[in-house]
């Protein structure tokens, strides 16, 4: 295990199941997360009341002036129940033996806000079997509940050729596929100067698919905090239009869980080393100006989780005049065309898995500027609805059934999810 500081830091791909335990009704939630919650210094009901305010589901104990003791992770799961949240609880006697671990499991397993366990930080190819063996002793001590690795992203994975083929499966079959509810991951888009990740939109893909393949739902980080190291920035703090994009390019690529990283802002750091920006609470607990699109992206999330809980993204295109990594052009007989070819979008067909309905979502790819955007759909498509954002409901949309044409402007980064017949 890393020092505390480190974990904190660096971007993690994690397999999580929130869903285990979290609440007594069957039925499929989009859910949404934060990692780094308000210190022990901060945590009260005024707090927790700003996180249940913004549409948050799960809490990671996990974070800068966390206590991650028995007595704190207690306190953090009191705090919790009052407001309706989940926790998944760490706890440093995780790696101290099976005597230990099974002491930590019976501490917190009767919690009724316990949503889970984090096990372990990064595992690489090395360390993969023990991390399986280790996540495997804490669900046989509490099946309904997760147990929580985090993992590298792409980058860092042993076979980059052969990336889907190699690491996730041999984890996934490691652990079961019947043990994980999400194959998450993060990957931050913004980078300095304007700059975007070159491999965001490749590691969407991968984990899309193999989501698919293995009939796992797939969870993702979005970007809430800036970071540099020396004075150099490496990651900027995401503007409002930015963290829009970053959430609909998610939710294009069938992500149904989202966890934020990171809610509170770290306040011990040595500022010649490295610098942490403010993310959405400041470290003396205040709202920062990130706190709204927060929480206004929550509930959009929240809304349109309604149906895409219940979708798998099949296909996902790129349109514009350059393509990233790991992205494509879409096919003529796609079911959907962007009149304007330099407009730069992506465009996802969804199926439902229960009774086979079609759905597009478009996302104006641009994170600077609005676009105004006519898509041309197939011959096949009679009617369109568009699933509203504030009821999660299906609403009349702008849909020209004589030109078979949806035009409408999107802001910066956004999103839009229509239902076809």
């Known amino acids: 295990m890393r020092s505390f500081q480190v974990i904190f830091l660096l971007p993690f791909l994690s397999l999580i199941n929130p869903d285990a335990g979290f609440c007594q009704k069957k039925k499929d939630q989009f859910l949404i997360s934060i990692y780094g919650p308000p210190p022990a210094k ?61 002491e930590m499991v019976n501490d917190f397993k009767g919690h009724p806000a316990l949503g889970g366990y984090y096990i372990t930080d990064e595992p690489d190819t090395a360390r993969l079997q023990s991390a399986v ?15 929580y690795i985090n993992h590298l992203p ?66 993702s980080c979005l970007q809430s905090f800036g970071m ?80 895409l809980i219940n979708l798998d993204a099949v296909e996902v295109y790129h349109t514009g005049d350059s393509l990233w990594l790991g992205t494509r052009l879409p096919p ?11 407009a730069q979008t992506i465009l996802s067909r969804f199926t439902d898995k229960a009774s086979g309905q079609q759905y597009l979502m478009v996302v104006n790819r641009d994170f600077n500027k609005s676009q105004p955007l006519t898509i041309q759909l197939h011959g096949s498509v009679k009617t369109v609805k568009e699933i509203s954002k504030t009821t999660g409901k299906a609403v009349q949309s702008v849909y020209d059934p004589k030109a078979r044409t949806i035009t409408e402007s999107f802001l910066p980064g956004e999103g839009k999810l229509y239902a076809l017949q």
């Open 228 to 307: 540099g190291f020396k004075g150099v920035v490496e990651l900027r703090r995401p503007n409002a239009d930015e963290i829009r994009m970053n959430v609909y390019s998610n939710l294009a690529y069938g992500v149904k869980n989202a966890v934020w990283y990171t809610y509170y802002t770290q306040d011990n750091v040595n500022p010649e080393v490295m610098a942490m920006y403010k993310s959405v609470i400041d470290s003396v607990g205040v709202k920062t100006d990130m706190y709204e699109p927060f929480q206004k992206m929550n509930a959009e999330m929240k809304q349109l989780g309604k149906t």
């Open 42 to 102: 901060l945590l009260n009901d005024a707090q927790y009341k700003v996180i249940k305010d913004a549409h948050v589901d799960i809490i990671f104990n996990i974070g800068p002036g966390v206590n991650h003791n028995k007595e704190g992770n207690l306190a953090t799961l009191d705090m919790a129940q009052k407001h309706g949240l989940k926790v998944y609880t760490y706890d440093g006697r995780i790696n101290q033996g099976d005597a230990k671990i099974k």
């Open 154 to 219: 792409d980058w860092a994975i042993d076979d980059k050729e052969n990336y889907e083929h190699s690491f996730l499966p041999r984890y996934i079959n490691g652990v079961g596929k019947e043990n994980l509810n999400y194959l998450a991951y993060d990957n931050y888009p913004y980078k300095r100067k304007q700059k975007l990740e070159k491999t965001y939109f490749n590691n969407l893909e991968i984990i899309r698919r193999v989501g698919l393949k293995y009939n796992v739902k797939t969870s």
């Open 133 to 147: 063996e280790l996540q495997k002793k804490v669900k046989a001590l509490d099946p309904s509940k997760d147990a």
């Open 332 to 342: 003529d007989h796609f079911i959907a065309k962007v009149s304007d070819k330099k």
